[in-house]
Every structure is written in C-alpha cells, then in structure tokens.
C-alpha cells in the first residue's frame, strides 16, 4: 500500500462517532483476550491466575492491590473492569485506524485491521509502560515476565483483529 492511499486528515464527526461506536465490542472483545492472557501466564509462572487483574487497581489501593493474589470483589471485579474500560479506550484508536486505511472498500478490511490491531497494541505497550508514570501502569508487570507481559499486548491485538473480521461476516 502506498501512502498516498492513507487518508490523513482527521476523521469526519459522522466517522469518529461510527468508530466509538464500533470500539465499544471491539475493545470487550480485545480486553477479555488479553486479561485471559494475563490469567493464564499468572496461573503458569505463579499460581495466581487473578494476580495481575487485581494488581490494575493499585493506582486506587497502592498497598494492596499488588499483593493481591485470590479473588476478590474489590480487587478482580474493579480491576477487571478497568482493564476493560481500557481495552474500550484503545479500541477507538484501532477503529479510527482501520477506517483511515480500509475507508470504503471492504476487500481491505483483513489487512487493514491487522495492521491497526498491531499498531494499536504496540502504541498500547508503549503508553502503558514507557510514557504514564508508574502509578498508572496496568500493574500486570508486578506479576508477570517480560515474555508473558508481550503476550498479553499480542493477545489485546488478535482480540482487536478477531472483532473486526467477526463484525464484517
């Protein structure tokens, strides 16, 4: 694709609104991929598959939140709703982009959504770990390797990728 065929001016209200409301299943989508991701290499490397959603809440509870290792009401249900909330938040991102790239001709959508889902969930990584300060940071690196925190950003890019094909059938 060359990028001339990128349109790069700011999306029109009618397209921004279309794309919020698109991010709303998307990112529920993405954000359950990836907190199972998250639950799963927790479970593997430590026992405690709800460590790192409770570990989100930490910028509310700093002294507990990333102790945290059972359920708990506050902790996972809070956390996971964070996490979700989240996951909404970079969904419009990854629908603004698909839009901007696939625009009108839906034989692009498969590449499109796969080159925003991996654009969205790098941007993501980056933001989460390399730009807020630490007290905003998801909390899953408290609990999780390097390897497995990677997983979690591929795992919120496939969920990403998997609700735009899902949506188009």
């Known amino acids: ?28 989508v ?10 799963a290499a927790s479970a593997d490397e430590k026992g405690a598959p709800f460590a790192p959603i409770n570990a989100v809440t930490h910028s509310l509870w700093p002294r507990r939140a990333l102790h945290e290792r059972g359920f708990s009401m506050r902790h996972t249900l809070m956390g996971f ?3 979700q909330a989240a996951a909404v938040f970079w969904a419009v991102l990854f629908e603004t982009l698909v839009e901007r790239i696939a625009g009108a001709r839906p034989q692009r959508l498969p590449a499109a959504a796969a080159g925003a889902a991996a654009a ?14 630490a007290r905003l940071t998801p ?8 390897r497995s925190l990677g997983a979690v950003y591929v795992a919120l890019g496939c969920g990403l990728l998997a609700a735009a094909l899902l949506r188009r059938r």
């Open 1 to 28: 694709m060359k990028t001339t065929d990128v349109d790069l001016s700011p999306p029109a209200p009618a397209g921004l609104r279309a794309s919020m409301r698109r991010a709303v299943p998307s990112g529920l």
């Open 30 to 39: 993405a954000g359950g991929f990836a907190a199972a991701a998250a639950a």
């Open 81 to 83: 709703a964070i996490h």
């Open 120 to 133: 969205t969930a790098l941007t993501a990584y980056v933001v989460d770990y390399k730009v807020v300060p």
């Open 139 to 146: 909390g899953f690196e408290a609990h999780l390797s390097d």
